[in-house]
């Protein structure tokens, strides 16, 4: 779009609200973050009612994998709606992908368990998760570039930081209803079929977003696009089959986006899931200490963004980054200290250990349900300590047999591939797991956090400071994404790695650190991932990612 001499036209203002532009899209935003989280909130009561069928670790991360579902459809959702809104407009897009996600919410509160239906429960279910990742996909984008094409220059990365804050705001609105469910119900009734009622109420905040979202007029660079009959006509082409742009597409991917990702999914998720598996906090006291660090968190979406428009977007996402990949092992050890006492002092004064053939030792996770892991002595020993969430390191041995060492006291297991013998029951177990369990609780390892030693004031600063690392990568993203790409292909160029890069890199997170960490028997181990995604990105980010926010973006 230019004038007479060749330099860009800016676009002539929608008549909107500033206010109105942000409220509608935040909100409408923040209602498909709240039905996609869900899932990830009650992952652990899922598990129980749809993947019953398998052994209790195995059912966990299959909860996690289908989690896990709805992120890895992102990017086709992405590609299907960014395209769609790059031909016929942001506005109506993302009607179509709100509509989708509330559907597929409610059904999740209608669907029969396990126990009920059988296998078709759980391919149910995922089939829903892939319909709310699609959704997903259109989502964002369609957002964030309907909200920058309507901010004044100057101004667009606190403009778009409000879509930023809907994330968290989606997942502190479905922490809270959680919560409030839980503590009318309890929490048995909440495991039972409580835990339906956060799922079935999103139809009404379904009604209340659309409603909001048809007051809205269409963009004001789009409608002048379609004006001037500079609309892309082919968008996919355009965006990913011309080096110009996908080479942006990919410094965007590595060099800002995957890092922003897996500090997200770090800081809101994983920490999340580590203070209910890891260290045996009771679900609602987590979800209460992660909803007050989001809360205090929140805010500073607004500052960083507002900053970029100041200093830049890349410094402050790749400090964030830096930030992260620096912090996150003691942060993680501090935060089992201050949840778990117990477990700290228990793994400081007798640190249990496996020693076993290593050829007699089954990988922790069984992707389709049969292995019960009772077959080698090895396997009985690291199952038993998975179920309890016991960390553990392994050392090799040559014999059959395994034994657990807790601190100066060690326990031998035989293979129950021999047979009933002496210190066997009828089904070849070895009772010494009795003994084994008598040794643990000798040695203080606790069967859950005791509430009254949590110390939640340092439990909630160390998670604010995981959030406040999310603050500072995501607050700016959307800025910098819009900016990167012309606004024929904006859309498109923009959701691709985007959703990639949270799709794929974020919401594997929580699925594949919890494999490492089953793998392994530390429980810290599976920060290695979003560590050296992080750290890739600050490499590649410092040597490609341009600065974008002095660019127009009318062009």
């Given at each position: 779009?230019?004038d007479?001499?060749?330099?860009?036209?800016?676009?002539?203002?929608s008549?909107?609200?500033?206010r109105?532009?942000?409220l509608?899209?935040?909100?409408?935003?923040?209602?498909?973050w709240?039905d996609?989280?869900?899932?990830?909130?009650?992952?652990?009561?899922i598990?129980?009612?749809?993947?019953?069928?398998?052994?209790?670790?195995?059912?966990?991360?299959?909860?996690?994998a289908?989690?896990?579902a709805?992120?890895a459809?992102r990017?086709?959702g992405?590609l299907?709606f960014?395209?769609?809104?790059?031909l016929?407009?942001?506005?109506?897009?993302?009607?179509?992908?709100?509509?989708?996600?509330?559907?597929?919410?409610?059904?999740?509160?209608?669907?029969?368990?396990?126990?009920?239906?059988?296998?078709?429960a759980?391919?149910?279910?995922?089939?829903?998760?892939l319909?709310?990742?699609?959704?997903?996909?259109?989502?964002y984008?369609?957002?964030?570039?309907?909200?920058?094409?309507h901010?004044p220059?100057g101004?667009?990365?606190?403009?778009?930081?409000?879509?930023?804050?809907?994330a968290t705001?989606?997942?502190?609105?479905?922490?809270?209803?959680?919560?409030?469910?839980?503590?009318?119900?309890g929490?048995?009734v909440?495991?039972?079929w409580?835990?339906?009622?956060?799922?079935?109420?999103?139809?009404?905040?379904?009604?209340?977003?659309?409603?909001i979202?048809l007051?809205?007029?269409?963009?004001?660079?789009?409608?002048?696009?379609?004006?001037?009959?500079?609309?892309?006509?082919?968008?996919l082409?355009?965006?990913?089959?011309r080096?110009?742009?996908l080479?942006?597409?990919?410094?965007?991917?590595?060099?800002a986006v995957?890092?922003?990702?897996?500090?997200?999914?770090?800081?809101q998720?994983?920490?999340?899931?580590?203070?209910?598996?890891?260290?045996?906090?009771?679900?609602?006291?987590?979800?209460?200490l992660?909803?007050v660090?989001?809360?205090?968190?929140?805010?500073f979406?607004?500052?960083?963004?507002?900053?970029?428009?100041?200093?830049?977007?890349?410094?402050?996402?790749?400090a964030?980054?830096?930030?992260a990949?620096?912090?996150?092992?003691?942060?993680?050890?501090?935060l089992?200290s201050?949840?778990n006492?117990?477990?700290?002092?228990?793994?400081?004064?007798?640190?249990?250990?496996?020693?076993?053939?290593?050829?007699?030792?089954?990988f922790?996770?069984?992707?389709?349900?049969?292995?019960?892991?009772?077959?080698t002595?090895?396997d009985?020993?690291?199952?038993?300590l998975?179920?309890?969430?016991?960390?553990?390191?392994?050392?090799?041995?040559?014999n059959?047999r395994a034994?657990?060492?807790?601190?100066?006291?060690?326990?031998?297991?035989?293979?129950?591939?021999?047979?009933?013998?002496p210190?066997?029951?009828?089904?070849?177990?070895?009772y010494?797991?009795?003994?084994?369990q008598?040794?643990?609780?000798?040695?203080g390892?606790?069967?859950?956090?005791?509430?009254?030693?949590?110390?939640?004031?340092?439990?909630?600063?160390?998670?604010?400071?995981?959030?406040?690392?999310?603050?500072?990568?995501?607050?700016?993203i959307a800025?910098?994404?819009v900016?990167?790409?012309?606004?024929?292909?904006?859309?498109?160029a923009?959701s691709?790695?985007?959703h990639?890069?949270?799709?794929?890199?974020?919401?594997?997170?929580?699925?594949t650190?919890?494999?490492?960490?089953?793998?392994?028997?530390?429980?810290?181990y599976?920060l290695?991932?979003?560590?050296?995604?992080?750290?890739?990105t600050v490499?590649?980010g410092?040597?490609?990612?341009?600065?974008t926010?002095?660019r127009?973006?009318?062009?």
């Amino acid at each position: 779009m230019t004038d007479g001499a060749g330099a860009a036209t800016p676009p002539v203002g929608s008549g909107q609200s500033e206010r109105k532009v942000i409220l509608a899209s935040s909100l409408g935003t923040v209602f498909e973050w709240y039905d996609f989280y869900l899932y990830g909130l009650l992952a652990t009561i899922i598990s129980a009612q749809f993947f019953s069928g398998v052994n209790e670790t195995t059912g966990f991360i299959f909860a996690l994998a289908a989690f896990a579902a709805g992120f890895a459809v992102r990017p086709f959702g992405a590609l299907v709606f960014g395209r769609i809104g790059d031909l016929v407009g942001r506005k109506n897009t993302f009607l179509v992908t709100m509509g989708l996600m509330g559907a597929s919410t409610f059904l999740v509160g209608v669907l029969p368990s396990y126990a009920t239906i059988g296998v078709a429960a759980p391919v149910l279910l995922v089939l829903l998760r892939l319909v709310q990742g699609l959704a997903l996909g259109g989502e964002y984008g369609g957002a964030a570039t309907y909200v920058a094409e309507h901010a004044p220059e100057g101004k667009r990365g606190l403009f778009t930081s409000f879509i930023q804050t809907t994330a968290t705001l989606g997942l502190f609105a479905a922490l809270l209803v959680v919560i409030a469910t839980r503590s009318l119900l309890g929490e048995e009734v909440f495991a039972d079929w409580g835990w339906r009622i956060p799922f079935l109420i999103s139809v009404i905040l379904l009604g209340v977003s659309l409603w909001i979202r048809l007051q809205l007029e269409e963009s004001p660079v789009f409608k002048q696009m379609k004006e001037e009959g500079t609309t892309s006509k082919a968008p996919l082409t355009e965006a990913f089959g011309r080096w110009v742009n996908l080479k942006w597409v990919i410094v965007a991917l590595v060099g800002a986006v995957a890092g922003q990702a897996v500090v997200w999914y770090t800081g809101q998720f994983y920490a999340l899931f580590f203070l209910e598996k890891m260290l045996k906090v009771d679900g609602a006291t987590a979800n209460i200490l992660i909803a007050v660090a989001l809360a205090l968190g929140t805010p500073f979406f607004i500052l960083f963004g507002w900053l970029s428009d100041r200093v830049g977007r890349k410094p402050i996402i790749l400090a964030g980054c830096a930030l992260a990949a620096l912090t996150y092992f003691p942060a993680f050890q501090m935060l089992t200290s201050a949840a778990n006492p117990a477990l700290a002092q228990a793994q400081a004064r007798a640190p249990v250990t496996v020693i076993a053939n290593p050829a007699a030792c089954s990988f922790q996770f069984d992707p389709v349900g049969k292995n019960k892991f009772d077959q080698t002595a090895c396997d009985v020993a690291k199952s038993y300590l998975a179920k309890a969430g016991i960390p553990y390191v392994s050392q090799g041995a040559a014999n059959d047999r395994a034994a657990v060492v807790i601190g100066e006291a060690r326990i031998t297991i035989s293979s129950p591939q021999g047979g009933v013998g002496p210190g066997m029951n009828a089904a070849g177990i070895p009772y010494r797991l009795t003994e084994l369990q008598a040794a643990l609780e000798a040695a203080g390892y606790p069967a859950k956090a005791d509430p009254a030693r949590i110390n939640k004031p340092l439990v909630v600063a160390i998670l604010f400071w995981l959030v406040l690392l999310v603050t500072m990568v995501y607050g700016p993203i959307a800025a910098l994404l819009v900016e990167l790409f012309p606004s024929r292909i904006r859309y498109t160029a923009m959701s691709l790695p985007y959703h990639i890069g949270n799709g794929w890199f974020g919401g594997f997170l929580p699925t594949t650190a919890f494999a490492m960490v089953a793998a392994t028997g530390n429980i810290y181990y599976g920060l290695w991932y979003p560590v050296v995604v992080a750290v890739i990105t600050v490499i590649a980010g410092l040597l490609f990612l341009p600065e974008t926010f002095r660019r127009p973006i009318h062009q």
